[in-house]
């Protein structure tokens, strides 16, 4: 099967402009998530979601991040407007319900200068 | 809340010497452990899973970890090390538990060197 694809895997935007990455899940995969690894820190949790609803986005750092599901499928995670401490690696996760692990993605690297 | 501390920031090791990457857990309830790795400019791949099935673990890759509930710890292993474990390794619990569904934490990340 096809993994989970990420575009772009790298972005390099001006401070105060837009951003939006993209999530192409694994198919039957209802479950997809968005983690974020900033310089120097762990990765953390953003949010999850099961098909198209948001089951948990307690890890969204603030409104200027807006992340949609559109059918259930594909994921798209849009910054605007970005900070440079938006600057890190954004990562997207698939996975089935039940005992089946997490597949990543292999990230977005997201660079605001 | 569940947390994970991996122990070491940097570990280096000799080409064919063992290899020991230390997390420990910290889990209201029995908690699903994961260790993945992560090659310089690749994703992250999941190296070996514990669900509450056998507390001895194997992965790919020759690695093993051993799930020890009395010392909350879960440290990664491999005999021998070669050349291509060079990466960073993230010791990671699950707060769904074994459903799988839930979010992940991730530990700080242990990055390992091996020296020819």
């Known amino acids: 099967e096809a993994g989970v694809t990420q575009f772009p895997s790298h972005s390099v935007i001006e401070k105060g402009q837009t951003v939006t990455l993209r999530c192409d899940p694994i198919?039957?995969?209802?479950?997809l998530y968005w983690y974020r690894r900033v310089m120097g820190k762990e990765i953390k949790f953003l949010l999850h979601f099961v098909k198209e609803s948001k089951q948990d986005e307690s890890g969204m750092p603030n409104n200027r991040f807006l992340a949609e599901r559109t059918g259930g499928t594909y994921s798209t995670l849009k910054v605007q407007p970005a900070e440079l401490e938006d600057s890190g690696v954004y990562f997207c996760?698939?996975?089935?319900?039940?005992?089946?692990?997490?597949?990543f993605g292999s990230g977005t690297r997201l660079t605001v200068v | 809340a569940q947390s994970v501390t991996q122990l070491d920031s940097h570990v280096s090791v000799s080409e064919g010497t063992p290899v020991l990457l230390r997390c420990n857990y910290s889990?209201?309830?029995?908690?699903?452990l994961f260790w993945y790795v992560q090659h310089p400019n690749k994703g992250l791949q999941l190296l070996l899973k514990?669900?509450?099935?056998?507390?001895l673990v194997k992965g790919i890759n020759g690695f093993e970890a051993e799930f020890k509930k009395s010392e909350t710890s879960f440290h990664l292993t491999k005999p021998s090390a070669h050349m291509s474990d060079a990466a960073e390794y993230f010791c990671?619990?699950?707060?769904?538990?074994?459903?799988?569904?839930?979010?992940?934490?991730f530990g700080q990340g242990t990055t390992l060197q091996v020296k020819p």
């Open positions: 990671v619990v699950s707060e769904g538990g074994s459903s799988n569904t839930g979010k992940l934490i």
């Open positions: 889990s209201s309830y029995s908690p699903s």
């Open positions: 514990y669900t509450s099935a056998a507390t």
């Open positions: 198919s039957g995969h209802d479950n």
């Open positions: 996760a698939s996975s089935r319900t039940g005992p089946y692990g997490y597949t």
